[in-house]
């Protein structure tokens, strides 16, 4: 998607557990859902 | 081709306003995510950094990652928070634009804008803004920023083609977007995509 928006050198990050020990913990895992740090860049 | 999209956004709009307007006004409140100063430390930001904020600047954080944990923001530089709730991911990036910088918070809670906006005051920060706006009606000029940040907004946004589209208009050429959010690595049923309680709890 990002890509389609015309972006590039596009970089993802480490998971992160972002919901555990949380209240939504139990959703977050059934469907593996983590937090990650994204980079992308608008050509020059 | 117009995309369809999987809920009315208007109508998520309004129940991401009512989670949030909860989270400013009652941090403490028990929420399905974490939020505040624990949350900042479980994600990585810079321990010094917190520490020197003011309570009501990291109380309301409710992030799911560090926008800025692949690149460090550098000195004199542009940013738009898309999202920036009651300013923390702001406040972080004010400290690392430095006041030769300039950092534009853009957020539709009335209660978020409200905390950020004074917080920025009590700190003496006049390189920090905030605006109200939607993530896909940026009220910013095209080609402003060096440096788009969000954390935890674009996943609750029904057109997520359309932020990019905007986030892409407001970054310079060259310009980066850094942003935390959140990816499923189980594919989640169109019944609960359309099911839209489940976009915010």
Known sequence: MLQDSGFTDVLIGEAVDTFGGAKGENKARAFEVYGYAFMARRPA | MAQKLPVDPDALREQVRGKYREVATDPGASFHFHTGRGL??????????VGALPDRAVESFAGVGNPLSLRRLEPGEKVVDVGSGAGFDSFIAAGQVGPGGQVLGVDMTAEMLAKSTQ?????????VQFREGLAEALPVEDAWADVVISNGVINLCADKQAVFAEIFRVLRPGGRLQFADIANGRPVPADALRDIDLWTG
Do not use: D, F, K, P
Request: glycine share 16%; no cysteine.
């Open chain 2, 119 to 127: 917080t920025a005051e009590r700190l003496g920060l006049g390189h």
């Open chain 2, 40 to 49: 900042a430390a479980r994600l990585g930001y810079e321990a010094a950094a």
